[in-house]
């Protein structure tokens, strides 16, 4: 990329408004949120927000992102879209009518064909793309930013997961991630990794394509909660996540039922099931809805807020996450922080982020969960004294990827 001198951050909120309206923000979520709060906090007058609208591309600067994250943080949206999303049915609907919030700050914009034009007009000096969320990965988008001489574009990739595990997804979700996995080899000039596991999946992935963009590990921030104070309760069990085959859900219905048949009622433990329904669990929700131990021992509570979800790991005595595949894996670094002891699948990526923070198990045996989950609600082994995960914040994060993108010519 040719220039010199300060480099402009624009950075895409893609995900973020595609998200409004559904309450409980995604770990990757989480992510573009905390980018967004960093680059306004950071002030620099030429950073902006582009989105891929329903329409074509917005162009945003401070004020417009201000008004974005307002919205993020509660502010109420119009009643109802703009005239032309009421003429096509998409009047109340929450991605129109945020669109229709953000329009009138619009500093460009653009068709769906017209983002190489409106990169032209609005930066004659060095940009970055920056993409955090895992939207908007398509060759007409990041090609147009990889064709501008004066552009450069960075991707955070959050793990490879419906790649290499298929069949732990939804059914045209690995042809999709692929193809959005060759647009970011074609066109990044620095792919952002949220661990070693990623960068090592993705340098596997890659063996055969010497083609491939530089690589960076910059591990995530943790937003940090206050930690309990008050009593743990010993038969208080979280597990926390989407509901879906990768979470491994199943199994830990399997504990629920070996529990049950060893411990008298009044001795057995609570589950309390935390996260929104995703894809591929029929089976597991027919066997949830009839399952005799729901209501009594097994707790459904759905999507929750990031308080509610707080309070539960504050008096929680742990956190049980017996996932098969992760890239990062918030849950169990925020239940250390909370205070609850994470238990959990025997994955190389929580031993990186979590170390000794963490006890492991096996994803293919529900006894030794049950056997565990025993000593600790029978106070036979009470919260094992662990120390403290190393905590990277968010102020490391963007130091990293600061770093990382000064080394890009």
């Not at 595949?325 to 979590?354: H, M, N, Q, W």
Request: hydrophobic share 40%; aromatic share 4%.
């Amino acid at each position: 990329m040719a220039g010199r001198g300060r480099v402009a951050t624009w950075l895409d909120v893609t995900r973020l408004v595609s998200r409004t309206g559904r309450h409980v923000l995604t770990g990757v979520d989480r992510v573009e949120l905390a980018w967004l709060r960093h680059l306004l906090t950071e002030g620099q007058p030429d950073t902006r927000f582009i989105l891929r609208s329903t329409r074509g591309h917005l162009l945003l600067d401070h004020r417009g992102a201000e008004c974005l994250l307002a919205i993020l943080d509660g502010a109420p949206l119009p009643a109802r879209a703009d005239r032309l999303s009421q003429l096509v049915g998409k009047g109340s609907d929450p991605r129109h009518r945020v669109e229709s919030a953000l329009r009138p700050h619009a500093l460009d914009r653009a068709l769906p064909s017209g983002l190489r034009r409106l990169i032209a007009r609005a930066a004659p000096a060095p940009l970055t793309y920056l993409n955090v969320g895992h939207s908007n990965l398509s060759l007409r988008t990041l090609g147009a930013y990889a064709a501008a001489p004066q552009a450069r574009v960075a991707v955070l990739v959050h793990d490879l997961i419906p790649v290499l595990h298929p069949d732990l997804v939804a059914e045209d979700m690995p042809r999709r991630f692929a193809a959005r996995l060759e647009t970011i080899r074609l066109c990044a000039d620095l792919v952002l990794c949220n661990s070693e596991a990623t960068d090592d999946d993705l340098a596997t992935y890659w063996r055969d394509r010497p083609d491939r963009p530089a690589s960076v590990v910059a591990p995530l921030g943790v937003d940090l909660h206050p930690r309990g104070t008050g009593p743990r309760d010993p038969r208080h069990f979280v597990m926390l996540g989407t509901i879906e085959p990768r979470k491994n859900h199943a199994m830990m219905l399997d504990v629920w039922e070996l529990l049950a048949r060893d411990l008298p009622p009044e001795r057995m433990p609570h589950l309390h099931i935390i996260g929104p329904t995703g894809w591929r669990v029929e089976a597991l929700m027919r066997r949830l809805a009839d399952h005799p131990l729901r209501g009594q021992f097994i707790h459904m509570h759905g999507p929750l807020s990031d308080a509610e979800v707080a309070a539960h790991l504050s008096r929680a005595t742990a956190l049980l996450f017996p996932s098969l595949a992760e890239g990062y894996g918030y849950p169990p670094i925020e239940a250390a922080v909370c205070g609850a002891l994470p238990i959990c699948s025997d994955l190389p990526v929580f031993r990186k982020t979590l170390g000794e923070s963490a006890v492991y198990r096996s994803v293919t045996d529900a006894y030794p969960w049950s056997e565990i989950i025993k000593r600790h609600c029978l106070g036979i082994e009470i919260l094992s004294v662990l120390p403290p995960p190393r905590i990277t914040t968010w102020g490391e994060h963007h130091e990293t990827v600061a770093r990382a993108l000064s080394g890009v010519a």
